[in-house]
């Protein structure tokens, strides 16, 4: 009966261990996917496309500016890119991504960085991205830019 408990123990500590592994490998895999969503909502921007930018966006999505004004919800955030864009037609932002932090659970990420203005004249700042997954894909919940340095 010893024997058994300690069979049993050995096999729920490897269970355990396999299991928290695991863990560690999705949330790896979680940072690579966030960080691959950046670069490409990179090249989204710098390409002025805004259906395949917001994919990336939960309906109410909320974005703080770098000046502090505020967008809520998809569509507007919609209208407002679309406004901006015809406005500064070459206009486009490279954010660089510092940090992903994966929650626990998996479900939630936070993500900080810098980013870069080009032809604006806003020249940079810093930034953080709270995402939410969603039938495995992870889409961006909030958007916060700070504008630090000008041309």
Do not use: C
Request: charged letters at 20%; aromatic letters at 12%.
């Amino acid at each position: 009966m010893i024997k058994l408990k300690l069979h049993l123990l050995t096999l729920l500590g490897l269970v355990a261990l396999a299991l928290g592994s695991q863990a560690q490998v999705n949330k790896a895999q979680d940072d690579s996917m966030i960080r691959a969503s950046r670069v490409r909502t990179n090249e989204l921007i710098a390409d002025h496309d805004l259906k395949g930018l917001s994919r990336y966006w939960m309906k109410d999505y909320v974005r703080v500016a770098g000046n502090g004004s505020i967008t809520i919800g998809k569509d507007s955030s919609l209208a407002f890119w679309a406004k901006f864009f015809k406005e500064q037609p070459t206009i486009y932002y490279v954010r660089t991504t510092k940090e992903v932090i994966v929650s626990d659970n998996g479900m939630l990420a936070w993500e900080s960085g810098t980013w870069e203005g080009f032809n604006t004249k806003s020249k940079g700042g810093s930034y953080a991205a709270l995402w939410i997954k969603q039938d495995n894909i992870w889409k961006m919940q909030s958007e916060l830019y700070a504008t630090l340095y000008f041309y």
